[in-house]
Structures are given as structure tokens and as C-alpha cells.
């Protein structure tokens, strides 16, 4: 039982290029969460999915997209990077965001992304 | 959006009781009050969440007033693996869920 995985967990890209962070998790979550953690900062939400096939907009979305592939699987992408992108993203998943303040959120391990 | 204020940081030595207290004065009905424990290179995790009055679990307490505006995190006991930084974090939606910049906890021997 992995929990909640991220790849890659290092990438470095120039600015303009794009790429995918991929998030899995095998605990059978409905819901699923998008943050990236600037230094020293709180995390802040980017997307969530309550749900296969739904999407939401976080709080810091511009420059971001998303795909909830299937259950398991919460992918973000970024079309364009800029430097301002750098950060650590963090992938989450929880039993059902319908209830999501008496939610527990898992966490994966974070993925490191710097900028050029 | 409930905002949460904490300490920067923290020092206590081994065996201590430590209480990181966050502010939130402005939290709304459907608010709970949830606290994560984040090492470096880690994901954060889970530790105790309450609504009011006080919880306890194996590993932590939660003091929540009767006005909620603000909450306690008690450890007892500390070691030296509970340094991290502990997040409170306020929400009642999804698109609440913004953690603050928590509270550098640091245990010396």
C-alpha cells in the first residue's frame, strides 16, 4: 500500500516548456488536491477533483491545467512554464471532499520544480 | 477565507510539553480547525483535528475555546523527531483549504 505517489520527484525545465506531474494513490479516494509550497510559505491549493470527472479551481489556478485520468490517477499540467512556477508540488487525496472539513488529506511526497 | 496566524517558531528541549496556539478570528459556523505536521522533503500529515472544546488522540490535544476564534496544539513530552513545522489549518469548503505559514517547532536535547 503505497499511498499517494508523485513523478517525477526533481525536474528542471526551461521557461516556455511544458510538462506533466503525474499523482497516483491506492487507498480508493474519491477526491483529490493540487498544491505547490513556495519557501518558507504554506501550501496553496491549485485544483482539486471532488470526484472521477470533476475539476475545480484552488485558490493560485492561472498557469495550470488539469485531469483527473480516472480514480486513481490526478495529473497537472503546465502548458508554458515560467519562473514564477518554480516551487515544490504537492499532490493530496482524501475520502470525499462532500465532507472535506472533517476531511483527512494524505499527501505524497512532493515533486521539485525549478524554472530556467 | 478563515486566515490563520501562528508563531514563526519555536524552541522547547526533550521532554517538554510544548503549545503552539494559531489565531483565527474570523472562522464561520461550517469551520473545522485541522493541524498538520510537515517534515523537510515531506508531505504534511495529518496530527488532530477538532471543532470545539478540547480532543486528544495517541499523539497530540487540540484546546479549541468556546469562541473558536483561536486553537492550541499541545505535544507532550516532545522528542527530538517532533521537529518539523506544524500547519493550522481552517476550513469548511475545498476552496478553503490554504495552509498559513506555520510554526517552525525545533527540539533541543
Known amino acids: 500500500n503505497a499511498g499517494v505517489t508523485q513523478t517525477p520527484k526533481f525536474q528542471v525545465l526551461k521557461t516556455g516548456q511544458s510538462m506533466t506531474l503525474q499523482c497516483a494513490q491506492d487507498?480508493?479516494?474519491?477526491?483529490m488536491y493540487w498544491y505547490r509550497q513556495d519557501p518558507g510559505m504554506g501550501l496553496r491549493l491549485i485544483y482539486y477533483?471532488?470526484?472521477?470527472?470533476?475539476?475545480d479551481k484552488g485558490e493560485v489556478p492561472n498557469g495550470y491545467n488539469v485531469s483527473r485520468l480516472n480514480k486513481r490517477e490526478f495529473s497537472l499540467r503546465l502548458e508554458s512554464a515560467a519562473p514564477s512556477q518554480t516551487s515544490v508540488y504537492f499532490c493530496?487525496?482524501?475520502?470525499?471532499?462532500?465532507?472535506?472539513?472533517?476531511?483527512?488529506?494524505?499527501f505524497g511526497p512532493g515533486t521539485r520544480l525549478l524554472v530556467l | 477565507l478563515a486566515k490563520t496566524t501562528q508563531p514563526i517558531s519555536m524552541d522547547s528541549y526533550e521532554g517538554q510539553e510544548v503549545n503552539i496556539t494559531c489565531s483565527h478570528n474570523n472562522i464561520a459556523t461550517n469551520d473545522y480547525i485541522t493541524w498538520y505536521q510537515q517534515f523537510p522533503s515531506q508531505g504534511p500529515r495529518f496530527i488532530i483535528q477538532?471543532?470545539?472544546t478540547k480532543v486528544t488522540n495517541e499523539v497530540a490535544s487540540l484546546f479549541i475555546p468556546a469562541d473558536r476564534k483561536s486553537s492550541t496544539l499541545s505535544l507532550p513530552r516532545v522528542s527530538l523527531s517532533d521537529t518539523a513545522v506544524y500547519y493550522c489549518?481552517?476550513?469548511?469548503?475545498?476552496?478553503?483549504?490554504?495552509f498559513g505559514s506555520g510554526t517552525q517547532l525545533t527540539v533541543l536535547p
Open positions: 487507498m480508493n479516494h474519491n477526491s
Open positions: 489549518l481552517v476550513a469548511g469548503s475545498a476552496r478553503q483549504l490554504t
Open positions: 493530496a487525496s482524501s475520502e470525499d471532499i462532500l465532507a472535506v472539513y472533517q476531511e483527512t488529506q494524505y
Open positions: 477533483s471532488a470526484s472521477e470527472g470533476t475539476t
Open positions: 477538532g471543532y470545539k
